[in-house]
């Protein structure tokens, strides 16, 4: 019998583990503690082992979705031992960890491994990457994406303070926690070099890792790209804006829509407002299900997330920290 597991136990954790039951309902599939001391069982698990009991089972793969300090050292477990790893995002916490994977993946890859960046698989973002590789909106000139939610509504069930998101051991911060927003930046236009950066905390909420980024970023062809991530908005928005020479591309990621806006007038070219989002997680769990024959799809690769983690890492060391009080 083919078995599947999720290391970690947190709420993407948990969605994952629904999602593997709905994808192989006869298999077995387990819940692996991160820290080796949490044994309760959660719902959609056969049951709760340890990692090395992981490696004995020797599942069709494994999705390492504890906090981002602990995903490289795990993902490098089961790829030596033959086990293929969806990592959930961000795939690390610091550059250096990124490049261990790589220098071990360069050496020896014998499996399939990707990292966890759902939106790629949104039916929205698919249309907007179409229609600028089709180079239909000529030459992007301006891009902006923004994204906020209200950290205290994220996880009702604990205090966010004690959450991954508000503890920097953990890897917390808007940026890391965030950072689809980079990650799709960098799907759709390539390399990114940071121009600038502007890292703010508040007395709202009273955390010691960055609740408010704003980054200004280029590409390689001068498209002037900004970037806003914050977890204070108490009405959740999630959008980017595409200026460029045939008109304003408005991509709406919450509505799951496409909005052309030109000089004859308004075109919608996609709108699925009533899209279950948790269909892009079942796709992208699909489409790492089909590496083998299909290749790499919308998946994000270990090199495209370590340059993301490595743009987090120079907006934090050429930010100049703020308090609002």
């Known amino acids: ?52 009991q992981l490696l004995e089972e020797k599942p069709v793969y494994a999705i390492v979705a504890s906090p981002a300090p602990y995903h490289v050292a795990t993902a490098k477990v089961l790829l030596q031992n033959g086990i293929a790893v969806l990592i959930e995002k961000p795939l690390a916490d610091t550059t250096k960890s990124c490049e261990e994977l790589l220098s071990g993946i360069e050496s020896n890859q014998t ?26 909106l000529g030459t992007v000139y301006n891009v902006e994406s923004n994204v906020g939610q209200f950290l205290p509504g994220w996880r009702t069930d604990k205090n966010y303070k004690d959450s991954v998101s508000a503890r920097k051991e953990l890897g917390g911060g808007a940026l890391l926690e965030i950072s689809h927003e980079l990650d799709y930046l960098f799907w759709l236009f390539g390399d990114l070099e940071l121009q600038h950066s502007w890292l703010r905390t508040t007395d709202e909420l009273g955390l010691e890792v960055e609740e408010i980024a704003d980054l200004v970023l280029t590409t390689t062809s001068g498209t002037y790209v900004s970037v806003h991530l914050d977890f204070i908005q108490k009405s959740t928005q999630r ?81 100049k920290w703020r308090r609002i009080a």
């Not at 006869?26 to 309760?40: H, L, M, P, W």
């Not at 499996?111 to 239909?136: D, E, I, T």
């Not at 070219?269 to 989002?277: R, T």
Request: glycine share 6%.
């Open 1 to 52: 019998m083919n078995c599947y597991a999720v290391v970690g136990m947190g709420s993407i954790a948990k969605r994952h583990l629904a999602n593997l039951r709905h994808l192989h309902p006869d298999a077995k599939i387990y819940s692996v503690s991160a820290s080796g001391r949490n044994t309760e069982l959660p719902a959609h698990a056969d049951a709760v082992i340890n990692l090395e």
């Open 111 to 136: 499996c399939a491994v990707s990292v966890g960046y759902c939106l790629r698989f949104l039916p929205s973002a698919q249309v907007v990457k179409n229609y600028l590789n089709a180079g239909l």
């Open 239 to 319: 959008n980017c804006v595409f200026i460029g020479e045939k008109g304003r591309l408005v991509w709406d990621l919450m509505a799951n829509t496409v909005t052309l806006y030109h000089a004859a007038g308004v075109d919608t070219l996609y709108a699925e407002p009533q899209y279950n989002k948790n269909g892009m997680y079942i796709d992208m769990l699909q489409a790492f299900e089909r590496i083998e024959t299909d290749g790499m799809s919308h998946l994000a690769t270990v090199e495209s997330s370590s340059k993301v983690v490595k743009l987090i890492e120079d907006a934090k060391q050429s930010n």
